[in-house]
Every structure is written in C-alpha cells, then in structure tokens.
C-alpha cells in the first residue's frame, strides 16, 4: 500500500516525500486507552455491588434490633418502685430461652394519683423525650374505689398524649388490700372500663394476684403492711407484665426474684430476694398465662 501511495502521491507532488504514518502507534494508543476505561468500569461495578450488599445488609439488620428491643415508660407509685418491678420484669425478660432485652424508666412518687403526675408535668416531659413501645398508667390504690371519675379523667387526659407520640397505654390494674378483698372487683372493673373506653391493654395483675391466693395460701404476696408487695406479689406483677409486653407465656422463666442496687442493673448490683420452688413457680406461670390471655 505505501508503494501504491508513494506513486500517486508523487505524481501530484513531486518535490515531497511520501509522510509516513503510524498505524502502530494509533492501535497501541488506542487499546491503552479501552483498557484503562476497563479498568475504570470494573473498579465502578465494585463500588456499586459493595453499597448495593451494604444497604441491604443494614436493612436485614435494624428491624430485628428494633424488634428486639421494647422500651416501657412506667407512671405510677410504690407498688411499681417496691422490689423494683420494671428492673424485677427486664430479669423475667433475659431469663427466656431466646433472651428478649427489655428497656424501662419509671416515674413514681410515693401515693401519686394520675391527677398529681400530670400536674407536676414530670412523666408528659419524659414522655414526649423518648421513645416508648408503652406506657404503664398506675392509679393510687384506692382511688378507683373512692372517685373512679377523677381516675377516668387523667387517664384519658395521659392516653391522649402517649397516642400523640404514637405509643400505646398499658394499665396497671392493681390488687386489693389484704383485709379489704372484696374491694378487688371494683378496682377490676374501674380499670376495665376505662381501657375498653380508650382501646388500651390492661396488665390484670390484681387478678392474677387473687387467683393466685386461692390456689396457695401459704404464698404471701403482701408485705407486713397488707398493702404493699411481697417479693413473691412483685414476681407476680412481672410475669403479667411480661406476657402483656411479649405476647409470650411466662412458662419456663426464671424463678429466682432479684432488686437492683443502682439505676444501672448489672450482675455485682443484682440482690435476691426470694427463690421460689419450682412447683410454685410453674402454678404462678401458668396462672398468670391463663388470666392475661382469657383478658
């Protein structure tokens, strides 16, 4: 070909070689430059296969985190800070077989009423700071007997708030006094009314603790002073609050009852109060079981 170039091109121009051009050159430089844009392509097919396998890695993991973890917000007295109850209820929740976490904070104030929570204005701060699964409403003892109106009213005023947060209510029906037993239906149906009036869940721990005296009268669930509870009355409260959180029976649970020594539970702060035998421990499960699920 550059023969055939050479002729013609010096017959038009007669004074002038024949330029030389390299086809080399052009094919080399060329096949650098695909290979380079191959090498740019496949770093880029990485990059992107690598944030896709990320994303979707985050996305499988931060609901099951989520899922795993309930936190609780309790509003109430003494008969939820005696033998600690929300720390008493976390233990009952990592005893499981598939161990669930469970974060709680309470705000109790020695015979508070619903009406004097919502006046001081601690627990609708706590409330609207952080984020709840629930919201356990605890009445003072004898209020739903003596002026259920003023419970109805602070509970519904406390229900409005916690499903502005996009929460849910979990009342705390709670037990008669020890020589007053035949108060405990008043106290039942004051909390259920008010829940099936505002759609909330009820933790029947009164119930619980009524059913539980008839089938065993050695288990004391009351302190000395026939109010308060015992640790065995705590437990009870526990499992109720457990299977109401969890949706799972509290069967097969620890039956060792623990208070904490500090706001941070850990094992060196753990303090045990009682031990139930395994027969009691299983009637308590099981009765708890049957009460909260025929609610």
Known sequence: MCSFTENWYSQLFPKKACPKISYTAKVSGMMSNTNIVYVCLFFFVIIVLFKMLERQIQANSFPVVEQQAIRVLFIGNSYTYF???PWLTQQLAASAKAPKKLETEMVVIGGATLKNHWKRGEALRLLKA??????????????????????????SLFDAEIKRVNSQTVFYLTWAKQNQPETQQILT??????????????????IAWQKIQEANLKLNLYSSDQSHPSPIGSYVAACVFYITFYE????????????????T???????????????????????VEYIVRKI
Request: net charge neutral; aromatic share 6%; proline share 6%.
């Open 83 to 85: 033998n600690d109850l």
């Open 130 to 155: 952080k984020r709840w699964n629930y919201v356990v409403l605890q009445e003072q003892s004898t209020l739903p007997i003596t002026n259920p109106q003023e419970m109805y009213k602070y509970a």
């Open 189 to 206: 149906d004051a909390y259920m009314s008010i829940a099936k009036e505002l759609k909330a869940k009820v933790a029947p721990v009164g």
């Open 248 to 263: 799972n029976g509290p069967v097969g649970l620890s039956r060792r009852i623990y208070s904490s020594n500090a706001s």
């Open 265 to 287: 539970p850990q094992q060196s702060n753990r303090i045990e109060l009682e031990s139930l035998s395994e027969t009691d421990a299983q009637m308590i499960q099981q009765l």
